[in-house]
């Protein structure tokens, strides 16, 4: 078994999407002390643990020993395989229509001095994940207060659980057959998609998608010689 386990905290002035992650914009270039805040592209808690373990039944193992040719050949000798993972999700980005007039890359809401964080199960947030009431559209030429990314609400975070069982039945010499069944998401939960960030958006807060896939089972055979 390998466990791994990272625990960070990315502050930058300025992100762009690479692979994962988001874009937080820069609201007013002559103010880069005012763009400092938590990356939109930062994990912090990531944890994954990997496994591979031989079942103890069969010939030759702890249980079953004493076992016949075909029972072994049905029972004996499974192997099964797995990743579980568990992160964090990423600081959510709020924006809204830009009237500063400045020419920038975009225009933050005001705030008024309150958390948007909303507890509570994903699934009882899904209309208004976030408290969309504390926002509000800056007067003409003016710049938002809102920080580049919020400091205490993130989308939702990653669960995931891959597994797969394996068994090789011997063929001739060194030649051998592996049966391989193998399962992806396979407790099928889903990853809620980020909330709309759009604070002018008649969705503004809304999650309306995942981002991951449905649970995946693949069965193989592989010859190994």
């Known amino acids: 078994?390998?466990?791994?386990?990272?625990?960070?905290?990315?502050?930058?002035?300025?992100s762009t999407t690479a692979v994962v992650g988001g874009t937080s914009s820069i609201q007013n270039i002559y103010n880069l002390r005012g763009e400092r805040a938590v990356s939109s592209n930062d994990v912090s808690r990531l944890l994954t643990v990997s496994y591979v373990y031989e079942l103890p039944f069969g010939r030759r193992k702890r249980f079953g020993s004493g076992w016949n040719r075909g029972l072994d050949s049905v029972l004996g000798g499974w192997q099964v395989n797995g990743i579980?993972?568990?992160?964090?999700?990423?600081?959510?980005?709020?924006?809204?229509?830009?009237?500063?007039?400045?020419?920038?890359?975009?225009?933050?809401?005001?705030?008024?001095?309150?958390?948007a964080k909303?507890?509570?199960?994903?699934?009882?947030?899904?209309?208004?994940?976030?408290?969309?009431?504390v926002f509000s559209q800056p007067a003409p030429f003016t710049f938002g207060n809102t920080g580049r990314t919020l400091p205490d609400v993130r989308i939702p975070g990653a669960k995931n659980f891959d597994f797969s069982?394996?068994?090789?039945?011997?063929?001739?010499?060194?030649?051998?057959?592996?049966?391989?069944?193998?399962?992806?998401?396979?407790?099928?939960?889903?990853?809620?998609?980020?909330?709309?960030?759009?604070?002018?958006?008649?969705?503004?807060?809304?999650?309306?998608?995942?981002?991951?896939?449905?649970?995946?089972?693949?069965?193989?055979?592989?010859?190994?010689?």
């Not at 078994?1 to 300025?14: C, E, H, P, Y």
């Not at 964090?88 to 008024?112: F, Y």
């Open 165 to 225: 069982l394996f068994k090789s039945f011997p063929v001739w010499e060194r030649l051998s057959l592996q049966f391989r069944a193998e399962a992806f998401n396979l407790m099928n939960t889903p990853r809620f998609d980020r909330p709309n960030q759009g604070a002018n958006g008649v969705q503004f807060g809304v999650i309306s998608g995942t981002a991951n896939s449905p649970r995946q089972i693949q069965l193989a055979l592989k010859l190994i010689f």
């Open 84 to 115: 579980t993972s568990f992160s964090t999700g990423l600081p959510v980005v709020v924006s809204t229509q830009d009237t500063s007039g400045a020419g920038g890359a975009g225009l933050r809401p005001n705030n008024n001095g309150h958390s």
């Open 118 to 133: 909303r507890d509570g199960p994903v699934e009882s947030r899904l209309n208004r994940y976030f408290d969309t009431s």
């Open 1 to 14: 078994m390998a466990k791994a386990f990272t625990g960070q905290k990315l502050i930058d002035d300025s």
